[in-house]
Protein backbone atom coordinates (compact mmCIF):
# COMPACT_ATOMS: atom_id res chain seq x y z
CA UNK A 1 0.00 0.00 0.00
CA UNK A 2 1.44 3.26 -1.45
CA UNK A 3 1.68 5.52 1.89
CA UNK A 4 1.97 9.67 0.44
CA UNK A 5 2.39 12.93 2.48
CA UNK A 6 -0.14 14.73 3.79
CA UNK A 7 1.00 17.85 1.37
CA UNK A 8 0.69 15.47 -1.59
CA UNK A 9 -2.54 14.31 -0.35
CA UNK A 10 -3.87 18.18 0.53
CA UNK A 11 -2.87 19.43 -2.75
CA UNK A 12 -4.57 16.26 -4.54
CA UNK A 13 -7.78 17.53 -2.78
CA UNK A 14 -7.36 21.20 -3.35
CA UNK A 15 -7.16 20.23 -7.43
CA UNK A 16 -10.45 18.00 -7.36
CA UNK A 17 -12.31 20.45 -5.51
CA UNK A 18 -11.07 23.19 -8.27
CA UNK A 19 -11.85 21.23 -10.84
CA UNK A 20 -15.40 19.99 -9.57
CA UNK A 21 -16.07 24.15 -8.82
CA UNK A 22 -14.84 25.29 -12.40
CA UNK A 23 -17.79 25.79 -14.86
CA UNK A 24 -17.04 25.38 -18.34
CA UNK A 25 -19.24 27.39 -20.47
CA UNK A 26 -17.67 27.42 -24.05
CA UNK A 27 -17.00 24.83 -26.88
CA UNK A 28 -14.91 25.78 -29.60
CA UNK A 29 -14.85 24.66 -33.27
CA UNK A 30 -14.49 20.97 -33.35
CA UNK A 31 -15.36 20.34 -29.42
CA UNK A 32 -18.28 18.43 -28.79
CA UNK A 33 -20.29 17.85 -25.51
CA UNK A 34 -21.97 13.95 -25.58
CA UNK A 35 -24.86 12.94 -24.05
CA UNK A 36 -24.56 12.51 -20.27
CA UNK A 37 -21.88 15.50 -20.06
CA UNK A 38 -22.82 19.47 -19.81
CA UNK A 39 -21.72 22.64 -19.86
CA UNK A 40 -23.28 25.57 -17.22
CA UNK A 41 -22.97 29.23 -17.84
CA UNK A 42 -20.12 31.37 -15.74
CA UNK A 43 -22.75 32.31 -12.90
CA UNK A 44 -24.18 28.76 -12.52
CA UNK A 45 -27.22 30.32 -13.68
CA UNK A 46 -28.35 28.00 -16.33
CA UNK A 47 -27.31 24.41 -17.30
CA UNK A 48 -26.61 22.87 -21.33
CA UNK A 49 -27.20 19.46 -22.65
CA UNK A 50 -29.30 15.84 -23.05
CA UNK A 51 -32.22 15.27 -21.06
CA UNK A 52 -35.19 13.35 -21.73
CA UNK A 53 -38.91 15.23 -20.42
CA UNK A 54 -41.52 13.46 -18.21
CA UNK A 55 -42.11 10.10 -18.73
CA UNK A 56 -40.42 9.96 -22.50
CA UNK A 57 -37.64 8.36 -23.61
CA UNK A 58 -36.59 10.52 -25.98
CA UNK A 59 -33.44 12.91 -25.94
CA UNK A 60 -33.46 16.22 -26.61
CA UNK A 61 -30.56 19.33 -26.08
CA UNK A 62 -32.07 21.67 -23.99
CA UNK A 63 -31.41 24.77 -21.43
CA UNK A 64 -32.50 25.00 -17.81
CA UNK A 65 -31.73 26.31 -14.49
CA UNK A 66 -29.48 25.22 -12.19
CA UNK A 67 -29.84 27.02 -9.28
CA UNK A 68 -33.36 28.13 -9.09
CA UNK A 69 -36.38 26.24 -10.37
CA UNK A 70 -33.56 23.48 -10.59
CA UNK A 71 -34.62 21.73 -13.68
CA UNK A 72 -37.37 23.83 -15.05
CA UNK A 73 -36.54 23.65 -18.89
CA UNK A 74 -36.10 27.12 -20.56
CA UNK A 75 -34.86 26.56 -24.22
CA UNK A 76 -34.77 23.09 -26.57
CA UNK A 77 -33.03 22.89 -29.95
CA UNK A 78 -34.04 20.18 -31.59
CA UNK A 79 -38.02 19.70 -29.79
CA UNK A 80 -39.27 18.64 -32.99
CA UNK A 81 -36.39 16.40 -33.64
CA UNK A 82 -35.52 13.51 -30.51
CA UNK A 83 -33.02 11.33 -30.67
CA UNK A 84 -34.16 7.89 -29.45
CA UNK A 85 -31.83 7.33 -27.12
CA UNK A 86 -28.31 8.13 -25.36
CA UNK A 87 -25.94 8.54 -28.48
CA UNK A 88 -26.03 12.48 -29.00
CA UNK A 89 -23.47 14.48 -29.72
CA UNK A 90 -23.28 18.57 -29.59
CA UNK A 91 -20.64 20.04 -31.33
CA UNK A 92 -19.17 23.39 -33.45
CA UNK A 93 -18.44 23.20 -36.49
CA UNK A 94 -15.25 24.60 -37.97
CA UNK A 95 -17.66 26.49 -40.32
CA UNK A 96 -19.62 28.30 -37.45
CA UNK A 97 -22.46 25.97 -36.94
CA UNK A 98 -23.90 24.29 -34.17
CA UNK A 99 -24.95 20.73 -34.86
CA UNK A 100 -26.63 17.89 -32.75
CA UNK A 101 -26.00 14.36 -34.58
CA UNK A 102 -26.99 11.32 -32.91
CA UNK A 103 -24.75 7.87 -32.83
CA UNK A 104 -25.24 6.90 -36.43
CA UNK A 105 -23.64 10.70 -37.46
CA UNK A 106 -27.65 11.11 -38.43
CA UNK A 107 -27.47 15.09 -38.71
CA UNK A 108 -30.40 15.79 -36.21
CA UNK A 109 -30.65 19.65 -35.92
CA UNK A 110 -28.65 22.70 -37.14
CA UNK A 111 -28.25 25.98 -36.13
CA UNK A 112 -28.14 26.90 -40.02
CA UNK A 113 -26.06 30.20 -39.38
CA UNK A 114 -25.58 32.29 -42.48
CA UNK A 115 -22.76 34.44 -41.39
CA UNK A 116 -19.29 33.17 -42.72
CA UNK A 117 -16.59 33.04 -39.61
CA UNK A 118 -13.77 32.41 -42.54
CA UNK A 119 -10.37 31.36 -41.13
CA UNK A 120 -11.72 32.34 -37.74
CA UNK A 121 -12.44 30.31 -34.84
CA UNK A 122 -15.93 29.93 -33.80
CA UNK A 123 -16.63 29.83 -30.07
CA UNK A 124 -20.34 28.95 -28.47
CA UNK A 125 -21.13 29.92 -25.15
CA UNK A 126 -23.77 29.38 -22.74
CA UNK A 127 -24.27 33.01 -21.14
CA UNK A 128 -25.55 33.37 -17.67
CA UNK A 129 -29.34 35.16 -19.30
CA UNK A 130 -29.55 31.79 -20.85
CA UNK A 131 -29.29 32.68 -24.11
CA UNK A 132 -26.56 30.29 -26.03
CA UNK A 133 -24.54 32.44 -28.65
CA UNK A 134 -22.46 31.83 -31.32
CA UNK A 135 -19.54 34.17 -32.38
CA UNK A 136 -16.47 34.83 -34.11
CA UNK A 137 -13.90 33.94 -31.60
CA UNK A 138 -11.51 37.67 -33.16
CA UNK A 139 -15.20 39.79 -33.67
CA UNK A 140 -16.94 41.24 -30.77
CA UNK A 141 -19.53 39.24 -28.55
CA UNK A 142 -22.18 42.25 -29.15
CA UNK A 143 -22.13 41.30 -32.53
CA UNK A 144 -23.25 37.06 -32.76
CA UNK A 145 -23.35 34.85 -35.56
CA UNK A 146 -26.48 32.81 -33.92
CA UNK A 147 -28.19 33.32 -30.35
CA UNK A 148 -30.79 31.04 -29.15
CA UNK A 149 -32.78 34.15 -28.13
CA UNK A 150 -34.09 34.31 -31.31
CA UNK A 151 -35.51 31.34 -31.12
CA UNK A 152 -37.98 31.16 -28.21
CA UNK A 153 -39.87 28.34 -27.09
CA UNK A 154 -42.54 28.27 -24.99
CA UNK A 155 -40.53 30.08 -22.51
CA UNK A 156 -39.96 34.08 -22.53
CA UNK A 157 -36.56 34.90 -19.96
CA UNK A 158 -35.60 38.22 -19.11
CA UNK A 159 -33.62 39.80 -21.94
CA UNK A 160 -35.24 37.99 -24.64
CA UNK A 161 -37.28 40.42 -27.42
CA UNK A 162 -40.33 39.32 -28.53
CA UNK A 163 -42.25 40.72 -31.49
CA UNK A 164 -41.08 41.30 -35.34
CA UNK A 165 -37.93 42.80 -36.24
CA UNK A 166 -39.07 44.82 -38.80
CA UNK A 167 -35.57 45.27 -40.12
CA UNK A 168 -34.53 41.53 -41.11
CA UNK A 169 -37.85 40.37 -40.71
CA UNK A 170 -37.32 37.88 -38.37
CA UNK A 171 -40.87 37.29 -35.83
CA UNK A 172 -39.85 35.73 -32.26
CA UNK A 173 -43.20 34.34 -30.71
CA UNK A 174 -44.02 31.60 -27.84
CA UNK A 175 -45.32 28.07 -28.31
CA UNK A 176 -46.82 25.90 -26.04
CA UNK A 177 -45.63 22.35 -26.04
CA UNK A 178 -47.69 19.36 -26.79
CA UNK A 179 -47.45 17.70 -23.58
CA UNK A 180 -45.08 17.43 -20.52
CA UNK A 181 -43.88 14.31 -22.11
CA UNK A 182 -43.24 16.12 -25.49
CA UNK A 183 -41.84 19.32 -26.05
CA UNK A 184 -43.19 19.73 -29.74
CA UNK A 185 -44.93 22.33 -31.12
CA UNK A 186 -48.43 22.36 -29.23
CA UNK A 187 -51.47 23.98 -30.42
CA UNK A 188 -50.73 27.11 -28.51
CA UNK A 189 -48.83 30.12 -29.92
CA UNK A 190 -48.21 33.96 -28.56
CA UNK A 191 -47.17 36.61 -31.01
CA UNK A 192 -47.11 40.13 -31.42
CA UNK A 193 -49.45 41.41 -34.68
CA UNK A 194 -48.06 44.18 -36.49
CA UNK A 195 -50.72 45.03 -38.69
CA UNK A 196 -52.05 48.25 -37.71
CA UNK A 197 -51.38 49.22 -33.80
CA UNK A 198 -49.21 46.19 -32.68
CA UNK A 199 -51.11 43.78 -29.82
CA UNK A 200 -50.43 40.26 -28.88
CA UNK A 201 -52.36 37.79 -29.61
CA UNK A 202 -52.77 34.20 -28.55
CA UNK A 203 -53.99 31.65 -30.76
CA UNK A 204 -55.34 27.69 -30.51
CA UNK A 205 -54.59 26.10 -33.53
CA UNK A 206 -55.56 28.92 -36.06
CA UNK A 207 -58.12 30.70 -34.29
CA UNK A 208 -57.06 33.51 -32.01
CA UNK A 209 -58.17 32.57 -28.46
CA UNK A 210 -57.31 35.80 -26.91
CA UNK A 211 -55.98 39.61 -27.55
CA UNK A 212 -54.40 41.97 -25.13
CA UNK A 213 -55.31 44.97 -26.98
CA UNK A 214 -52.81 47.51 -28.05
CA UNK A 215 -50.76 49.02 -25.57
CA UNK A 216 -52.63 52.86 -24.83
CA UNK A 217 -49.57 54.58 -22.82
CA UNK A 218 -51.58 53.34 -19.67
CA UNK A 219 -52.40 49.25 -20.22
CA UNK A 220 -53.48 47.25 -22.80
CA UNK A 221 -56.51 48.12 -23.83
CA UNK A 222 -58.06 44.53 -23.77
CA UNK A 223 -57.80 44.05 -20.20
CA UNK A 224 -59.65 46.34 -18.22
CA UNK A 225 -58.01 48.95 -15.63
CA UNK A 226 -59.70 49.42 -12.01
CA UNK A 227 -57.76 53.08 -11.77
CA UNK A 228 -56.63 55.57 -14.28
CA UNK A 229 -53.00 56.04 -13.79
CA UNK A 230 -52.52 60.00 -13.34
CA UNK A 231 -48.40 59.79 -14.70
Known amino acids: MDVYPIHVLFSIAIFFLLSSSAAVDTLSANQRIQDGNTIISDGGMYELGFFSPGMSKNRYLGIWYKKISTGTVVWIANRETPIGDTS ?109 YPQLFEEKGRVKHARHGPWNGLGFSGFPTENTNPI
Open 88 to 196: GVFEVSREGNLLIHSGDNTLIWSSNSTVSVGNNNPVAQLLDTGNLVLWNESCSKENPIWESFDYPGNTLLPGMKFGKDLVTGRERYLTSWKSLDDPSTGLYKHYLDTNG
